[in-house]
């Protein structure tokens, strides 16, 4: 167990539809880092919070958002799910960032059909 | 921009012997870390080591260690005693200075370990 949960472990849904994706952090880190892996474009960073306010964004679309909440958990909002938003969905904590600070949770795998 | 480069779309290596992993990484800021995860089939990342753009030596984590080539840009991984256990996907990452920014990960390298 890395100490980081994400809920659901798997997800299967229509295209159109909304999902929302949670992640409690490592206790004591205060940044969430969502990232999504897919066949064609790899791991891709999506957003990271830090302490409750977004701090980098990366390659995530207008369809999708996030936000950290006081008890520093986080949710992905994916919205008009498309067949291509299929993909294992990671979210990962950390204090610092630094040596072995990044620590990953064992994704979400949603499939959009 | 940063990137990271992985060129092995798989290496294959028999059980007990020591396989390198290459990954070479592209970036313009003086402070950077760069990192290894273990990604088996069954989906989970698995840290294995880190280094520091500013770490004199090179980074050991058991049977793990990071050849680490600042001036040609590389961050080799090397497994010594390969297992069978070690079969799986590895990526190699890169975060922007030294602390609390995102990873920009390689496509990955697939080992695949026999007896």
């Known amino acids: 167990d890395s100490g980081v949960t994400q809920t659901p472990k798997h997800l299967i849904t229509a295209t159109g539809q909304r999902v929302t994706l949670r992640c409690s952090p490592r206790?004591?880190?205060?940044?969430v880092y969502w990232y999504q892996q897919s066949l064609d474009q790899g791991l891709q960073f999506l957003i990271q919070?830090?302490?409750?306010?977004?701090?980098a964004k990366g390659n995530i679309l207008e369809r999708f958002s996030a936000q950290q909440f006081p008890d520093l958990h986080s949710e992905l909002n994916l919205s008009s799910l498309e067949l291509g938003d299929s993909a294992l969905y990671f979210c990962?904590?950390?204090?610092?960032?630094?040596?072995?600070?990044?620590?990953f949770g064992s994704g979400t795998r949603l499939t959009v059909v | 921009a940063q990137k990271i480069t992985q060129t092995q779309p798989g290496m294959f290596v028999q059980e007990k012997e020591a396989v390198t992993l290459d990954c070479t990484y592209d970036?313009?800021?003086?402070?950077?870390?760069l990192f290894w995860y273990k990604q088996p089939s069954s989906g989970e990342m698995i840290f294995l080591i880190y280094?520091?753009?500013?770490?004199?030596q090179n980074a050991t984590e058991g049977r793990y260690s990071l050849n680490f080539q600042k001036a040609r840009k590389s961050a080799n991984l090397v497994i010594s005693a390969s297992q069978l256990g070690d079969s799986a996907m590895y990526f190699c990452?890169?975060?922007?200075?030294?602390?609390?920014?995102?990873?920009?990960f390689g496509k990955g390298t697939t080992l695949s370990v026999s007896s």
């Open positions: 990962a904590s950390s204090v610092r960032g630094q040596g072995d600070g990044y620590t």
């Open positions: 206790s004591g880190d205060l940044s």
């Open positions: 919070y830090y302490n409750g306010e977004e701090r």
């Open positions: 970036t313009s800021d003086p402070s950077y870390g």
């Open positions: 280094q520091g753009s500013y770490d004199q």
């Open positions: 990452a890169m975060s922007r200075n030294q602390a609390g920014t995102a990873l920009i």
